[in-house]
Nanobody, 125 residues
Framework: QVQLVESGGGLVQAGGSLRLSCAASGGTFRRYTMGWFRRTPGKDWFVAGIDWSGGTTSYASSVKGRFTISRDDAKNTVYLQMNSLEPEDTAVYYC???????????????????WGQGTQVTVSS
């Protein structure tokens, strides 16, 4: 059974940075496309994704140029470096795994098979 555990959330002032981590266990991490999503009241939003090879990444337009997704297969971990944070980035952030072993990075929550429990990010103005 695949488990995903996020960490690194917290309270930061606008303009600051945070790095989120998502550690995976119990599956074949190197074959998964990994995504980060954030939850605001009533909706989950795609933030960023990276394919199993690390060669394909995708970002929501609202975070492009500020956030960077990366992965370390030796550590079974995916990261989300968040810079120039804005109050609008405040949300619970979740990582998710798509086990289909393709180069496609999909943005729909329904395409992901495994989810973490989330980590809160709060950006104060």
């Amino acid at each position: 059974q695949v488990q995903l555990v996020e960490s690194g959330g917290g309270l930061v002032q606008a303009g600051g940075s945070l790095r989120l981590s998502c550690a995976a266990s119990g599956g074949t991490f190197r074959r998964y496309t990994m995504g980060w999503f954030r939850r605001t009241p009533g909706k989950d939003w795609f933030v960023a994704g990276i394919d199993w090879s690390g060669g394909t990444t995708s970002y929501a337009s609202s975070v492009k140029g500020r956030f960077t997704i990366s992965r370390d297969d030796a550590k079974n971990t995916v990261y989300l470096q968040m810079n120039s944070l804005e109050p609008e980035d405040t949300a619970v952030y979740y990582c998710a795994a798509d086990r289909r072993y393709t180069h496609a990075v999909l943005m729909d929550v329904s395409e992901y098979d495994y989810w973490g429990q989330g980590t809160q990010v709060t950006v104060s103005s």
